[in-house]
Every structure is written in C-alpha cells, then in structure tokens.
C-alpha cells in the first residue's frame, strides 16, 4: 500500500530536474506551513492521469471525480480551481493544479 502523504513529500523535497524527471510536467510550487498543505502544478495532463491512477497505488473511482485509496486519502477535481486536492481525514494536505 502506498503513503501518499509521504509520497507527496518526497516529490516535494526533488530538485526541479529530478522532479520533472519522475513527473513530467511538475512542479513543485510551495509549502503552506500553517495550514500544512503541498501546492504542486502539472501541465501535462497524461502526468496527472499517471499520478492519480499509477503512482497513488490502488484506487476507487467514484462520483464528482473523487478518487478513494486504500491508504484512506481521497483526491477530488475541484472545478471552480482547477486542482486535485488530496485529503486524509477530512483535513487537505495536497493541492495540484491543472495548468497549461
């Protein structure tokens, strides 16, 4: 089963190169540190596709583009900011946004 709080992380401590090497087309943006939340940024769609469905681990797909793991993090498209906000106990610890 794969931690995706720590999977997350990890992304966000690779230099830009390696970053964009793993993922193409990411960036790492910032850390909020008060509210404890990761602001990442893809443009390239196939990148997005690959990281909800093959790097997150096992999944289920459910209504309002919500994905739910097994690790208990749940990804959902939210359209009015064009992200992916990854939560785990109801709290946001991830944010992705879709450019281009």
């Not at 087309?25 to 850390?31: D, H, I, L, P």
Request: with cysteine; net charge positive.
């Amino acid at each position: 089963m794969v931690d995706i709080i720590k999977l997350l992380h990890g992304y966000s401590k690779l230099n830009c190169l390696d970053l964009l090497t793993e993922i193409p087309g990411c960036s790492f943006e910032w850390y909020d540190v008060q509210n404890n939340i990761l602001y990442f940024e893809i443009t390239n769609p196939n990148s997005m596709v690959f990281l909800l469905t093959e790097l997150c681990g096992n999944y289920t797909y459910g209504n309002n583009c919500t994905y739910k793991y097994a690790d208990g993090t749940t990804a959902r498209f939210v359209k009015t900011r064009k992200w992916y906000e990854f939560k785990k106990y109801g709290k946001p610890y991830a944010r992705i946004k879709i450019g281009g």
